[in-house]
T-cell receptor, first 118, second 114 residues
Framework: GAGVSQSPSNKVTEKGKDVELRCDPISGHTALYWYRQSLGQGLEFLIYFQGNSAPDKSGLPSDRFSAERTGGSVSTLTIQRTQQEDSAVYLC?????FGVGVLKNIQYFGAGTRLSVL | QKEVEQDPGPLSVPEGAIVSLNCTYS??????FMWYRQYSRKGPELLMYTYSSGNKEDGRFTAQVDKSSKYISLFIRDSQPSDSATYLC??????????????FGKGTKLSVKP
């Protein structure tokens, strides 16, 4: 695809419901990243995938958050039992590779999913 | 103390002005420094990256890194209304690998008035 695609672009849910956010990276990009952008808080790193593997999940805010990636392509971020403090823009980025080398690791961002928990 | 500090602004300047955006950081292991531009309701896009200390110029944009002071800057010359956006600094210890995760500043919102 032309760029990183995220869906839905907006999601309104009720407190306690589960939500799934989808990220479709740039074709051929092996590395994928999830960030959360809260109002006035900047971007917070959540998790990254190298292929289908997520070596470090310590950035996830709580055990209600999980992420998976299948086929080295699409990734899903799932938030269970949503809380109001989960309201934020969730951004996905991808990069060509995940090794040493500046150009291979430039991260390209999607437009994000704006999540509102009522 | 946050790892990366950035004045959120907002910063309002007239068209044609020189804009200076800055970030300070505390982690001396940071080696890679980036500036992203984010338009409203869009994802961040990479403007410039630099490695270690020094200057880098690209058109109207100049990035400076002073590792001794733990201070980075982005200068925009002849600013245009189309430069109106939020500018985020980001940095990492390495580029790629387990230390390649970017640490972002909160972003500075810039408005360039015609």
């Amino acid at each position: 695809g032309a760029g990183v695609s995220q869906s839905p672009s907006n999601k309104v849910t009720e407190k306690g419901k589960d939500v799934e956010l989808r990220c479709d990276p740039i074709s051929g990009h092996t590395a994928l990243y999830w960030y959360r952008q809260s109002l006035g808080q900047g971007l917070e790193f959540l998790i990254y995938f190298q292929g289908n593997s997520a070596p470090d999940k310590s950035g996830l805010p709580s055990d209600r958050f999980s992420a998976e990636r299948t086929g080295g392509s699409v990734s899903t971020l799932t938030i269970q039992r949503t809380q109001q403090e989960d309201s934020a823009v969730y951004l996905c980025a991808s990069s060509l590779d995940f090794g040493v080398g500046v150009l291979k690791n430039i991260q390209y961002f999607g437009a994000g999913t704006r999540l509102s928990v009522l | 103390q946050k790892e990366v500090e950035q004045d959120p602004g907002p910063l309002s300047v007239p068209e044609g002005a020189i804009v200076s955006l800055n970030c300070t950081y505390s982690n001396s292991a940071f080696q890679y420094f980036m500036w992203y531009r984010q338009y409203s309701r869009k994802g961040p896009e990479l403007l410039m990256y630099t490695y270690s200390s020094g200057n880098k110029e690209d058109g109207r944009f100049t990035a400076q890194v002073d590792k001794s002071s733990k201070y980075i800057s982005l200068f925009i010359r002849d600013s245009q209304p189309s430069d109106s956006a939020t500018y985020l600094c980001a940095m990492s210890e390495n580029y790629g690998g387990s230390q390649g995760n970017l640490i972002f500043g909160k972003g500075t919102k810039l408005s360039v008035k015609p």
